[in-house]
């Protein structure tokens, strides 16, 4: 019993030190090239093991009050197939608003098929299901909890895509919940609905948002998705040069990654970071760093008191000070909690989905991001954010250090959260 013991200390001992203490991979480019640079499109698409395609149109919506009526009209247009993946399906008053069109679609013969994340919908799994399930509708619970997979717990699905018909898709931050477009009464306060974007995609590169929605799809039940009404020939629709950035924490190095650090090292003039949880490691510090001292604008807009996650809202702060005294410029948004997922690149490219800036995203989650150059399209997501950081204050440097006593001393004592966050 006792060398029982001794084996299993020493087990949990490597397993702590494998979780926390893994070092991370010094992303960083062989020589610095530009975004502008005529083969640069290649190398991002080559790079990341991404399909090329020109000719899509893209249609932005500013927060749930614009998306969601969106979304939902979409799905009352399908005729064959509707397919989402979830992170978040929070039942409430806008999920009873999808479960009611979903179950009638499928009463009407267009196939649903829905995967939600077994932690991030674990709420969902009662009455809406059974409703769902009635109707028709097919759903599955990504990375349940088994004996034999609680390897794979820390790895979840925090894509939120929805697509109709595999021709109309929507992507970006928000999952299905009431925070998104109701007021919400919590800590004895009103809170205003949360700020976060979504874009709508017609085009060829739907196809492949279809391909990732199919792909945890086959993984929770072992089918393949085939046939026309999955994958319909897609011709040209609009101006959008887009290629999707699909990631897994299969390889440490992810698509997701590589796309963000190449493109912020490749920036010329401006960066500019929307997110809701902003923990870059070392290497992605290093790089924003030197982006900056060589003329690069960047900003970072980031919640502020309104956060949902606090602690994390705390272990962001504490690595601002070097960051600012390289250039960066840090807002925090005040009116209510943002969620939106941006990073838009010299006014020309812009990579839009699920992705934080944070080692959970890049490391330990299934993600989704669309990659987009065009030059209209980032002009209309900068308007939203020029607003985001009017309604923000800024953190200078002076600021910072004057930050509240409590903060410097528990703030080193929070860095766990930047390798598992």
């Given at each position: 019993m006792?060398?029982?013991s ?23 480019l062989s020589?610095r090239?530009?975004?502008?640079e ?9 790079t ?31 005729t064959?197939s ?24 499928a009463?009407a013969?267009v ?6 994340d ?16 009635r ?15 609680l390897?794979?717990?820390n790895n979840r ?42 874009v709508r995609?017609?085009?060829?590169v739907v ?9 945890n799809w086959l993984?929770c039940?072992?089918?393949i ?8 020939s ?15 924490p ?20 401006s960066?500019?970071?929307s997110t ?13 760093m030197?982006?900056a ?21 705390l ?16 807002f ?7 969620h ?6 010299d006014e020309?490219?812009c990579v839009?989905?699920t ?12 993600e989704?991001?669309?990659?987009m ?17 009017t ?31």
């Amino acid at each position: 019993m006792f060398w029982l013991s001794i084996a299993g200390g020493a087990f949990l001992t490597w397993l702590l030190l494998v979780f926390l203490f893994t070092p991370g991979i010094n992303y960083h480019l062989s020589e610095r090239t530009s975004v502008h640079e005529r083969d640069f499109l290649y190398t991002l698409q080559s790079t990341c093991q991404a399909a090329l395609h020109h000719g899509n149109a893209v249609t932005v919506f500013t927060n749930g009050v614009a998306f969601y009526p969106a979304m939902l009209t979409a799905i009352g247009e399908a005729t064959r197939s509707i397919n989402m993946e979830l992170y978040i399906f929070q039942p409430g008053r806008i999920a009873d608003q999808f479960v009611a069109e979903l179950s009638a679609k499928a009463r009407a013969g267009v196939t649903v098929t829905i995967v939600v994340d077994a932690i991030g919908s674990l709420s969902l799994w009662g009455r809406p299901v059974r409703k769902l399930r009635r109707a028709g509708c097919r759903i599955q619970s990504y990375q349940r909890l088994r004996w034999y997979s609680l390897a794979r717990l820390n790895n979840r699905t925090h894509r939120e895509l929805l697509i109709i018909d595999g021709k109309v898709a929507f992507i970006g931050g928000a999952g299905i919940a009431d925070w998104w477009v109701y007021p919400s009464f919590k800590r004895m306060r009103w809170h205003k609905p949360w700020r976060d974007t979504m874009v709508r995609i017609e085009g060829p590169v739907v196809a492949a948002l279809q391909g990732v929605a199919a792909e945890n799809w086959l993984e929770c039940c072992g089918e393949i998705l085939t046939g026309e009404k999955y994958f319909p020939s897609l011709g040209p629709l609009g101006e959008t040069t887009a290629f999707v950035i699909k990631s897994s924490p299969s390889d440490r190095a992810t698509a997701s990654r590589v796309t963000f650090q190449t493109l912020m090292e490749a920036a010329d003039h401006s960066i500019h970071i929307s997110t809701p949880y902003f923990l870059p490691d070392r290497s992605l510090r290093r790089a924003l760093m030197e982006t900056a001292r060589r003329g690069v604008k960047i900003t970072v807009v980031l919640p502020g008191k309104k956060t949902d996650q606090k602690w994390v809202r705390l272990a962001s702060r504490r690595m601002w000070g070097r960051l600012m005294e390289a250039g960066l410029r840090v807002f925090e948004y005040r009116g209510t909690m943002t969620h939106a997922k941006i990073l838009i690149v010299d006014e020309l490219w812009c990579v839009l989905g699920t992705t934080n800036i944070d080692n959970r995203s890049f490391e330990h989650n299934d993600e989704v991001n669309v990659a987009m150059r065009d030059r209209s399209l980032a002009a209309r997501l900068l308007e939203d954010y020029q607003r985001d950081m009017t309604d923000s204050e800024e953190m200078t440097l002076e600021r910072w250090k004057r930050r509240a006593f409590w903060e410097k001393i528990v703030g080193p004592f929070v860095w766990i959260l930047e390798r598992q966050q």
